[in-house]
């Protein structure tokens, strides 16, 4: 029998290891498997596609050019670094009250990194969820027990407002029961009460205000860094301008990131973009305020300042809206079933504003709450610890610089807005 002839290897099949093209390789050597290998052995180490030499196999110029790839790539890495710690720092150590946590969060956020985020406070709701049953701290029971004015009251052209039924009974010694928080004139233009948010947590408090529509005047103040910009209307509250001031609250979910699905507008500039559908704050020349679906309750005319959105009514018509409990409407996917702290904002059919704030809330509860007070509109707010406050003042020791108190004790002090403010709030005068 014949023997096949091996065909001859076409120029460039094989190589000397040294790198030498076109064959010259050693006598025996073979440049591929060698085929009466097993088949299961190992397919030889492929040559390093930048070879690393030892210094001293190094010629001068070999050895500079080394040198200067090894101090430029840590140049890069040292600019890298640096430029994050310096967007961290400055996350840090920008004007205002935030916390640590919250300035991180928003950090992360800002690039990109929401979904981290979410997912981290999810994960730190799964480990600590709200406590289901038990009493209201001592603390929070003496609050809801003390219905005396917070301020002197002269007049009685504005009552007390009737008791709000509890969602909870039997009712708490205090619970429901309005007190002047503020007051414009001698009237109680600010009153506020307690409750319990629901049967199941019970150790847990909700605040609710109620503002006359008629003896106040609002007004509408960006945050520096939200929704940031250039506006005519400081971040703050400064001397000069508290003579007056009766309340404030915090503002909705973020304008920059889209985080609200709405826009910003005050005196002339906007952020983002007014959405037709978004619930808003609507805020006008003569003081009033108005809350409704922005394109079909309100537009933009002459005598409109200002206005706030935040996603769409949780109230309307007096009754609580069909998708409450779809998640998607409320913020992030599943945040809207989590009992965590969450504000809104709402009004009656008599043109007064409603604004709750509270623990160990969801979407369904906090709109449940809105409509007990008396809102035939209303819609959400910031949510999360950091955010909802709700302040009122009392000008006994200085009319021109009255002292702020928290309705509702959560991470931001009272002086919050006489600070630099990160974010938009409204602030409410007497008439």
């Not at 979410?118 to 406590?131: I, V």
């Amino acid at each position: 029998m014949d023997r096949e002839v091996p065909s001859r290897p076409r120029e460039g099949d094989m190589a000397h290891r040294s790198g030498r093209p076109n064959g010259g390789g050693v006598e025996g050597e073979r440049n591929g498997p060698d085929p009466m290998a097993p088949r299961d052995a190992a397919p030889p180490r492929r040559r390093r596609l930048v070879p690393w030499r030892p210094r001293s196999a190094l010629t001068p110029h070999q050895l500079k050019r080394r040198r200067l790839a090894t101090r430029g790539a840590l140049a890069v890495g040292v600019l890298c670094v640096g430029t994050l710690g310096y967007s961290v720092g400055e996350a840090l150590t920008y004007p205002g009250d935030d916390s640590t946590a919250a300035r991180l969060a928003g950090w992360a956020r800002e690039h990109r990194l929401g979904p981290v985020v979410d997912k981290l406070e999810n994960l730190q709701y799964e480990l600590d969820p709200p406590q289901v049953g038990g009493d209201l701290p001592g603390e929070a029971l003496a609050r809801m027990k003390a219905t005396a004015p917070a301020v002197p009251v002269r007049h009685q052209e504005i009552p007390l407002r009737a008791p709000m039924r509890p969602l909870v009974a039997p009712a708490l010694p205090g619970e429901g029961v309005w007190r002047v928080l503020s007051a414009a004139h001698g009237e109680p233009v600010v009153q506020g009460t307690y409750v319990r948010p629901d049967r199941d947590h019970t150790s847990y408090q909700a605040a609710v205000a109620w503002i006359s529509g008629t003896k106040a005047r609002f007004e509408l103040h960006p945050g520096v860094r939200e929704p940031g910009g250039t506006f005519s209307v400081p971040p703050t509250i400064p001397k000069g301008r508290r003579t007056g001031l009766l309340a404030t609250w915090n503002g909705g979910f973020k304008i920059t990131d889209g985080g609200s699905r709405g826009g910003f507008y005050l005196d002339g500039e906007t952020a983002g973009r007014l959405r037709d559908g978004a619930a808003s704050e609507v805020f006008y020349r003569d003081g009033s305020i108005r809350i409704g679906v922005w394109g079909r309750d309100m537009a933009m005319t002459r005598d409109v300042v200002g206005v706030r959105q935040c996603l769409e009514l949780m109230v309307d018509n007096g009754r609580v809206v069909p998708d409450i409990d779809v998640d998607s409407k409320w913020g992030a996917t599943d945040q809207s079933r989590m009992f965590v702290e969450r504000s809104g904002v709402g009004v009656t059919a008599q043109g007064d504003v409603i604004m709750v704030v509270g623990q160990a809330l969801t979407a369904r509860s906090l709109a449940e709450l809105m409509q007990q007070a008396g809102a035939v509109r209303a819609m959400p707010l910031d949510m999360n610890r950091a955010w909802p406050s709700f302040m009122s003042y009392d000008p006994a020791q200085d009319p021109a610089d009255p002292k702020p108190t928290n309705l509702l004790d959560f991470e931001n002090p009272p002086e919050r807005y006489y600070n630099q403010a990160t974010r938009d709030f409204v602030a409410v005068y007497g008439k």
